[in-house]
């Protein structure tokens, strides 16, 4: 099957160029995005700088003095037509990212409870149910916006932001669940927090994972999330990760 027809390009500017690909967030069209965005990494392309993907389309920043926006774009249509598939198809990585909910980690969360007419362990139980899928990160650097929560839990913004939220922060607004990686100011709903350290600036892989990956919460105690904090100061913890084909079903685990 033939990949759809690009919706548009659009000029970004003297040095970008962005590929829309629709105009919703859906699983299918954000595998496009980043289909693409792995062939153009893939490829050796003099004067190409960088690639963005996002919910729904990708931003290709180039250098106008070594890279023709039109010799751009027409390789960009030649890889689009050559690709013959979903982007849905083969293995996607899970990282399982351990939270401990509610308390001082999650004072939100009987809030969510409460709005959604659920007990706080039904809020977790659903919280903790399935993989998400990053979609793109932003807001803050390695913030993931994720899809996929149950629609049953879905809250509102805080009426008015928290100034202070800690690195580690798991939470809520609207349809979407999230996770800070760094301390900042936001309004999400708060329902727990994860010790693991999601962005190493100084790290050759700053990010813990990537947009198209998936994420999967897992709850923990305060005594293991203790013990883990402990083990990520000293450079001991590796988050366990999983993969599962496109279907959903975990295929093996390290």
């Known amino acids: 099957m033939v990949m759809k027809p690009i919706a548009r390009m659009l000029d970004s500017g003297e040095q970008a160029l962005v590929v829309e690909f629709g105009d ?19 490829f050796t392309l003099p004067g190409m700088l960088e690639v963005i993907p996002t919910y729904r389309s990708l931003m290709v920043r180039f250098d106008p003095l070594v890279l023709r926006r039109e010799s751009l774009k027409q390789k960009i249509t030649e890889m689009c037509a050559s690709y013959g598939g979903s982007g849905l198809s083969g293995e996607s990585k899970v990282t399982l990212i351990p939270v401990s909910y509610g308390g001082d980690f999650g004072p939100d969360l009987e809030f969510v409870a409460r709005h959604n007419g659920l007990s706080p362990q039904e809020v977790i139980a659903l919280h903790t149910s399935t993989p998400y899928l990053v979609y793109m990160l932003g807001f803050t650097p390695g913030f993931p916006y994720l899809g996929g929560m149950s629609q049953r839990l879905a809250t509102p913004r805080l009426e008015s932001p928290r100034q202070r939220i800690p690195a580690g922060s798991v939470g809520i607004a609207g349809a979407q ?4 990686p760094i301390e900042s100011p936001g309004g999400w709903r708060l329902i727990g927090r994860t010790p693991i350290t999601l962005f190493s600036p100084r790290s050759p892989q700053p990010f ?6 998936y994420l999967q919460f897992t709850a923990v105690s305060a005594d293991e999330y203790a013990f883990i904090s402990t083990e990520v100061a000293a450079g001991r913890f590796n988050p366990q990760v ?12 390290s």
């Open 24 to 42: 919703s967030i859906d699983p299918a069209i954000n595998a496009r995005v980043h289909q693409l965005a792995r062939q153009l990494n893939g």
């Open 177 to 180: 669940t999230g996770i800070y």
């Open 208 to 213: 813990l994972f990537s947009a198209g990956e």
């Open 242 to 253: 999983r993969y599962m084909q496109s279907g959903g079903s975990h295929v093996h685990g």
